[in-house]
DNA sequence: CATGCCGTTATCGGAAAGCGATAATATGAA
DNA sequence: TTCATATTATCGCTTTCCGATAACGGCATG
């Protein structure tokens, strides 16, 4: 019923997830789709893809190809700026959000 | 620096904000734009006015026109639509945003 | 080596959203 | 009746969203 409130909730928010993720370890746009997949979240590939070449030019991320089992993926990890970015965009979005909880 | 992931995450937030505020007491346009602005976040009418339009047009604010001091103000308030979609809403954005958090 | 396979990434085009600038509206005051 | 002002509305351009489709790149097989 409110899944379009969701929605727009996951696209202001997913940048911060992918930094949260390839802060914790390299990712990539097949898994992670998986993973959004798996939290009942559905990106396309024609949203998801732009994100992170947006992140990677404006230095949030770096990439890294690798071959595995004959095909190449692009994994991403987060840069210095990145990590910066994330702990940043973190206590501003939480004051956001706590209001959201106040009593 | 990391101001646009911050602005992105306001953008999908916005409505969740707006419900919630509208949940409180009802408000309006201008008076809205300023709380946010006292927050740090400016949001340009061309973006606010026609959220305002959409969340009403869709069942989750509903609007009151009243004159005061000689001036048409369109309060906005929430409806019990709006008031399920945001509960809804605000524990869906929460899963998100607690893994954002975890250790 | 040529060909096909397939996991993966990239892009296209139309629709929707964001936004600064500008216009429109409505009312009280002069 | 005109003016000033608070408020809302819209325009036109840019950017983002997204399903569909294309492109890539290396391996396997003959």
Redesign the interface.
């Known amino acids: 019923?409110?899944d379009?409130?969701?929605r727009?909730?996951?696209?202001?928010?997913i940048?911060?997830?992918i930094?949260?993720h390839a802060r914790k370890e390299p990712i990539f746009g097949q898994e992670f789709k998986k993973e959004l997949k798996r939290?009942g979240y559905d990106i396309s590939f024609g949203t998801l893809y732009p994100v992170f070449h947006k992140l990677e030019r404006?230095g949030?991320l770096k990439v890294e190809e690798k071959n595995v089992r004959g095909k190449i993926r692009k994994y991403y990890s987060i840069t210095r700026?990145g990590v910066?970015?994330?702990k940043?965009?973190?206590a501003?979005?939480?004051?956001?959000?706590d209001?959201?909880?106040e009593t």
Chains 1, 2 share one sequence.
């Open positions: 019923m409110a379009e409130l969701v727009d909730f996951l696209l202001g928010f940048k911060l997830h930094l949260y939290h404006n949030y700026k910066n970015a994330l940043h965009s973190k501003k979005a939480k004051e956001l959000f209001e959201l909880f």
